[in-house]
């Protein structure tokens, strides 16, 4: 028989296993969030679609700037708006290859958020708290869980929440925001899913243009711009206990003191490469540094990086990030944690088969672990709500397919994809995207 805390402890080894369920993780001090859309680094021809990135195994966080223009929703997303059409009578674009790819993703256990604002975002805020209040609501019917909304962007995929770029001071943000947390709380209740809301402030402590929305709002994460500023992480001193200018521990402070989410997330924002920002960018082994300092504060989530298409220029920093944070991912595509139909006394042998909500783009997913403690192998079981793909070296039985086949719900196919493309029967190889096939 085995003890109460070795089962304690044996939850705790699943529940804590990094990327294992995929997407933004509020426990977790690895997150990598990087912004898509921008193309900053003007690459030729263009940055890649959305899904082309989703296929690194580092990244699990991705905001989408920008929808700059709120009053009349206008979204600019660079060379990828060359594949949206327009609504007629508007100037609301409808992306059918980004809803598409927001679903790939999802199902590659990414978290993927609409950014609001953006360095060119001008309109002020709104004229009144009843305003901002509708706008809202009109957002969350365009993006949120489908509703009655005949003008959907991305049609009939769901974003994971929503982020803030706010570099000006824009008027009745507040309520604007509190209406955003309140709505999508209630939808967790109703979907068993969470909804997330972030910020992205400069670093100089209070923030001019958010400080409103960091006093009085519930935010998941925030990703501090440490960089065009004094308090970038240029100015870092390394092995000093204290700083002089980069003041990673006056936003730890705000998040233990003054934030109305005790447990919020403070990510460490950087330039993806030197032509990313005008001062802030350091190469990934000093950057190394300044993680393993910012580390210390139990308020440090990871790193936010500006933006895609620098860190796909700037080649090998993003490896250099994730390894600085522990994280063991990489250029391939995660597997399913297979279950384990092993049972512990008293319990009854579970289906290896993913239960999937049809209704949604979520499932639960039940993992076995299994540890030694002095002795036989014990084990325990979680299931949670999450996306269908997960990644992790830690050893999750997740057995080969025999004979050359791949189970249900495993790649089959896509862009630049090696694997096996035969699927065990009765399932067939279905394509989701150019870039992601599985069975089904």
Known sequence: MYSSSMLVALFALVNSLP????????????????????????????????????????????????????????????NAGDDCSIFPGTKLIKCTQIEEDIKTCQSLGKSILLSI?????????????????????????????????????????????????FEAVAQNMVPFATRLRSLMDSAAATFGKKFLLSSAPQCPFPDRANNDLLQSVAFDFVSVQFYNNYCGVHT??????????????????????????????????????????????????????????????????????????????NAGFLDSVASALGSTGGSGVGIIPTIETTSLPGSTTTSSTPVVQ????????????????NGPAATAKSTSTTTLWAESTTAISAPTPAAGLVNQWGQCGGNGYKGLTSCRAPYSCVKLSDWWSHCN
């Open 236 to 313: 870092f001193q390394f092995g000093s206990p204290s700083q002089n200018n980069f003041n990673f521990g006056t936003w730890d402070n705000w998040a233990k003191t003054v934030s109305k989410n005790k447990d919020v997330k403070i990510l460490l924002g950087v330039p993806g490469s030197s032509s990313a920002a005008g001062t802030g960018y350091i190469a990934g082994s000093q950057l190394a540094n300044v993680i393993k300092y910012a580390q210390t504060f139990s308020s440090f989530g990871g790193v936010m990086m500006w933006d895609m298409s620098q860190v796909w220029a």
């Open 358 to 373: 049809t209704a949604t783009t979520w499932v639960t997913v039940t993992i076995w672990a299994t540890a030694t403690v």
């Open 117 to 165: 604002g953006g360095a060119t975002y001008s309109e002020g805020g709104f004229s009144s708290p009843a305003e901002a209040i509708s706008w809202a609501d009109r957002l969350w019917a365009m993006f949120g869980p489908v509703s009655n909304s005949d003008k959907r962007p991305f049609g009939t995929a769901v974003i994971d929440g929503f982020d803030f770029d």
């Open 19 to 78: 990327g294992a369920l995929g997407g933004f993780s509020s426990t977790a001090t690895g997150n990598i969030a990087i912004y898509w859309g921008q193309n900053s680094a003007n690459q030729v021809g263009g940055q890649q679609r959305l899904a082309y990135y989703c296929r690194n195994t580092n990244v699990n966080t991705i905001p989408l700037a920008f929808l700059n223009v709120i009053r009349d929703t206008e979204m600019n997303f660079s």
